[in-house]
């Protein structure tokens, strides 16, 4: 992502709303339990700031997401009626609901609205268009209001008719929400902008779905610390003896490949230099402490060891901007969830020195969260897709219709 696009970036504070309807999309894809209340309402808590900063204007706003994969049949579990006490709840209003997302119903629902006001649209991938990007349904869409807001960075890389095709409809009224403005820079802190040492850790099980990612990332960073089940990968590749640990046999030439390019580009690369193994992949199996190129047999890695665990926080400490990418350990068994703890701390350390530090993806999200480190970190991507594309280098639909 090119810098001048940060500093060009269009966003809601460049727009007054009084008296206009705003169409926001954002990503209210939440969980839910058998109930189907909500059981973590962190998407939208996040777009309250764009939300409250329309209102302030003395404008409304037209609320538009996808829940689940109904794949374009209405289905009760689906509907955004199930979430509208909550996202009421978090917004500190009422929020109207529509139980259509284009047509007559929701064109009334919408032209109703006054000031002040907020309104929910029925679920969006109760239409195939949606995720075909038919430009129809986001004509359609457009109708709604005078200006289209993107808030959704957790579909940014969808090519969807809310995210993406809507956007030509509003040739000078299409902005980005704060929450996104808050992604694409903390992203681009990390690849262009970000105080060095710049640190990435990447963990998780396969390098093969980390490939681009370290190519990528490889001219922005200084240190690249590799943990997980990949790091066995690289392991076996320098020689190491290394049990029954997860591998990927088609890559280990990759893999040296990939140290070649680091040495080249000057980045030291971290791998763990000890690891806790155990003779099955079970939370109660008999576990040790072992050199991590010297694993026996019949026994696998499942976490990082104490040299490790130690080695990290050095690199850490002595980084300003850190990217954080994958478990360095299999954290959702207790038994081998230390190493990851331990990492989480580290970065929570650096974080509280003045690191800036930027944790997404999946796994590491969920570790954050459970482990009570989201507010230890300086931010925690809402996309995992969305940043996994963007650190990839690739454009993204929703951000490039935005911004061209």
Do not use: C
């Amino acid at each position: 992502m090119a810098k001048n696009i940060i500093l060009s970036m269009k966003t809601i504070n460049d727009f007054n709303f009084k008296d206009k309807k705003a169409l926001v999309r954002v990503d209210f894809n939440v969980p839910q339990d058998d109930q189907l209340k909500v059981t973590d309402n962190t998407r939208i808590v996040a777009v309250k700031p764009t939300v409250e900063k329309i209102l302030k204007d003395g404008g409304s706003v037209i609320l538009m997401t996808h829940l689940g994969r109904p794949k374009g049949e209405i289905k009760n579990e689906f509907s955004l009626k199930n979430i509208l006490e909550e996202v009421s709840a978090v917004l500190g209003q009422e929020v109207k609901f529509v139980e259509e997302s284009v047509g007559e119903k929701a064109e009334k629902a919408a032209s109703d609205l006054q000031p002040g006001e907020i309104l929910l649209l029925e679920n969006l991938r109760f239409h195939n268009e949606e995720e075909k990007g038919d430009e129809g349904f986001a004509e359609q869409l457009s109708k709604l209001g005078d200006a289209y807001v993107n808030d959704a960075f957790g579909t940014a890389h969808r090519a969807h008719a809310s995210t993406a095709v809507i956007a030509k409809f509003f040739n000078l009224t299409k902005f980005f929400g704060l929450l996104m403005a808050n992604e694409l820079k903390a992203i681009d802190k990390v690849l262009k902008s970000g105080e060095k040492p710049v640190t990435a850790i990447l963990g998780g099980s396969k390098v093969s779905t980390k490939i681009t990612i370290i190519e990528n990332i490889l001219p922005a960073v200084d240190n690249l610390i590799i943990g997980g089940g990949m790091a066995f990968t690289f392991i076996k590749a320098l020689g190491g003896k290394i049990g029954t640990s997860l591998v990927e046999e088609d890559k280990l030439p990759l893999a040296l490949e990939i140290l070649g390019k680091a040495k080249q580009h000057n980045v030291k690369v971290y791998l763990p230099s000890d690891t806790i193994i155990a003779e099955s992949f079970n939370n109660d199996a008999e576990r040790k402490e072992v050199d991590i190129y010297e694993i026996s047999e019949g026994w696998m890695g499942l976490d990082a060891g104490a040299k490790s665990r130690d080695q990290f926080n050095d690199v850490l400490l002595n980084s300003r901007t850190i990217l954080w990418n994958g478990p360095i350990g299999v954290f959702e068994m207790s038994n081998f969830a230390a190493g990851t703890i331990a990492l989480g701390e580290s970065i929570a350390e650096a974080t509280k020195l003045g690191a800036f530090s930027l944790v997404g993806g999946g796994d590491s999200v969920a570790f954050v969260k459970q482990f009570g480190y989201a507010d230890k970190v300086s931010y925690v991507s809402t996309g995992g897709g969305a940043m996994l594309e963007s650190l990839e280098g690739l454009e993204l639909p929703g951000v490039a219709a935005i911004n061209n």
